[in-house]
């Protein structure tokens, strides 16, 4: 959050367009640094992936309810990484080509 809050006043085009986010953090876990991105007006509109080691349902609900773009589940192996890459580049392109329209979330590769 430190490098985050450095960020007020700067131009958006110099801002991350997107941050990976894990649930669990040394100082403040996950959904308590997406609480205050979201109650930030400089930072509200970064959207966030939560990449997280938690399959639990309920983490999932907390961190869409709380304005997470995409809720994803840390990869085992490299196959699983490229795939998730892949996801993630997808919703980006989506994302940045439909700006004014609600976003999906990316189909898991099969």
Same mark, same amino acid.
Not at 82 to 108: C, H, V, Y
């Given at each position: 959050?430190?490098?985050?809050? +450095?960020?007020?006043?700067?131009?958006? /085009?110099?801002?991350?367009? $997107?941050?990976?986010?894990?649930?669990?953090?040394?100082? #403040?876990?996950?959904? !308590?640094?997406?609480?205050?991105?979201?109650?930030?007006?400089?930072?509200? !509109?970064?959207?966030?992936?939560?990449?997280?080691?938690?399959?639990?349902?309920?983490?999932?609900? #907390? =961190?869409? +309810? $709380?304005? =997470?773009?995409?809720?994803?589940?840390?990869?085992?192996?490299? @196959? /699983?990484?490229? !795939?998730?890459?892949?996801?993630?580049?997808?919703?980006?392109?989506?994302?940045?080509?439909?700006?004014? @329209?609600?976003? !999906? =979330?990316? #189909? @898991?590769?099969?």
């Amino acid at each position: 959050m430190n490098f985050l809050d +450095n960020l007020k006043g700067v131009p958006e /085009e110099k801002r991350p367009s $997107l941050v990976l986010l894990d649930i669990k953090l040394p100082k #403040k876990d996950g959904f !308590e640094v997406l609480t205050e991105m979201r109650n930030n007006r400089d930072l509200a !509109e970064i959207p966030v992936i939560m990449l997280t080691g938690s399959n639990q349902e309920s983490d999932k609900k #907390k =961190a869409m +309810n $709380l304005g =997470a773009a995409l809720y994803c589940l840390k990869p085992k192996d490299a @196959k /699983e990484w490229d !795939e998730l890459t892949d996801s993630i580049g997808q919703f980006w392109i989506r994302r940045t080509m439909n700006r004014d @329209k609600p976003l !999906e =979330a990316p #189909k @898991k590769p099969e």
